[in-house]
């Protein structure tokens, strides 16, 4: 099974995944070099955020060139055999980036210990589920299966929400005056790309794939990746930047 995109249809793609793959690794880049700006003990946050970062760069590769591959002109094999567009990188990668981001929430806030620990034994297992329940419906092509994944992969996805918004909202109360208005605004962007993830994946239920399905779907994702990773990230630097000054780092730092 193939979907035929028109030249603008498969130039899009393309570009948006070449996009995708260099906002990953430039923002590797910064983030790394950005270590000695915050104090060491808000070093742990941007380690994860290189690592999603990177990791990501690493499937936007794999994704970039198992779009070429699977192309023949404008037709892309979909049909989930040996040659076809792979959508399961998507998938490993947020196996893998989901919980980092999370615990990189978690070490940002620099909470006690006790509780940073709860928080990541709940969250990081639930984000696992999420991810892995999600999967066997995005690529089955009958839409009752789709649906029932989806909604199994909500209740890990509802209950991530609950701990970050409702739970961690008391801890957010005793964060410096700016900073809890900046995490604030990091919550905002969480819930708004994350958002975006379920979207696309309604998008690409009706069964089998069409061109403009196909298209929406890899947009889709590859803007709410570049969202909730890089600019994610560069919230997080932000946060543990206006922490460190807080916390007497001098300013030029
Ligand atoms: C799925 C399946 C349908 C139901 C839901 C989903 C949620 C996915 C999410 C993914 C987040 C990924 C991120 C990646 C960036 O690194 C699996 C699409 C709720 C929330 C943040």
Redesign the pocket.
């Known amino acids: 099974m193939s979907v035929t995109l028109d030249s603008n249809q498969w130039n899009l793609v393309y570009n948006i995944f070449s996009f995708g793959l260099i906002s990953m690794l430039a923002c590797t880049v910064y983030t790394l070099v950005s270590q000695s700006r915050v104090l060491p003990k808000y070093r742990n946050a941007l380690v994860m955020s290189s690592m ?1 970062t990177f990791i ?1 760069g690493y499937h936007y590769f794999r994704i970039f060139n198992s779009f070429g591959e699977a192309s023949e002109g404008m037709a892309v094999n979909v049909s989930g055999e040996q040659g076809a567009f792979n959508e399961a990188y998507r998938y490993v ?2 196996l893998l ?2 919980p980092l ?1 999370l615990v990189e929430v978690i070490a940002v806030l620099a909470l006690a210990k006790e509780v940073s620990k709860s928080l990541i034994m709940r969250l990081v297992p639930a984000s696992a589920a ?2 892995a329940l ?1 999967y066997p ?2 690529i089955s092509s009958d839409k009752n299966t789709a649906i029932l ?2 909604v199994l ?2 209740i890990p ?1 509802l209950y991530i929400l609950y701990v970050l918004f409702v739970e961690l909202g008391k801890s957010l109360e005793r964060q410096p005056a700016g900073v809890a208005e900046t995490i604030g605004r990091l919550r905002l962007l969480l819930i708004a ?2 958002g975006v ?2 979207v ?2 309604i998008l690409g239920m009706n069964g089998d794939p069409t061109a403009s399905s196909f298209v929406g779907v890899q947009v889709g994702y590859t803007i ?2 570049i969202l ?2 890089c600019v994610f990230g560069l919230t997080i630097l932000k946060i543990a930047r206006m922490k460190s000054h807080a916390e007497g780092m001098a300013a030029d730092h």
Request: proline fraction near 4%; charged fraction near 15%; hydrophobic fraction near 40%.
């Open positions: 999603v990501a990668d947020w980036t989901v981001l999420m991810i999600g419906g995005e994944y989806g992969s909500t996805f790309t994350w993830y379920p696309s994946y709410a990746d909730a990773k």
